[in-house]
């Protein structure tokens, strides 16, 4: 059974930090790229970052260059977005998601997990 688990939201202030882990279990981990999309209130889906794992290249949206980082822990089967500066705007439902066919900014990926959800207070 596939999963994905994305945990590590909760409450923050603006100007704070926060790290977002996303476990994966039931495919070939080294495999696939790992995405993470968020979600705010009364918006759509947007893809905050991706890393393909087998080669380890990361990619951002021009828009979420700067303040986000993504990494990969192969051994764990986990990939982290590691979130600064947030802005009263990032709060969102942070979700994870994996493909075979590498990085995308579409919203085809093949697993998706539920989210963790980030409120950044002002």
């Known amino acids: 059974e596939v999963q994905l688990q994305a945990s590590g939201g909760g409450l923050v202030q603006a100007g704070g930090s926060l790290r977002l882990s996303c476990a994966a279990s039931?495919?070939?981990?080294?495999?696939?790229?790992i995405a993470w999309f968020r979600q705010a209130p009364g918006k759509g889906r947007e893809l905050v970052s991706c890393i393909s794992n087998d080669d380890g290249d990361t990619y951002y949206p021009n828009s979420m260059k700067g303040r986000f980082a993504i990494s990969s822990d192969n051994a764990k089967n986990t990939v982290y977005l590691q979130m600064h500066s947030l802005r009263p705007e990032d709060t969102a439902v942070y979700s994870c998601?994996?493909?075979?066919?590498?990085?995308?900014?579409?919203?085809?990926?093949?697993?998706w997990g539920q989210g963790t959800l980030v409120t950044v207070s002002s």
């Open positions: 998601a994996a493909d075979w066919r590498g990085c995308t900014d579409s919203l085809s990926y093949i697993y």
């Open positions: 039931g495919f070939t981990f080294d495999d696939y790229a």
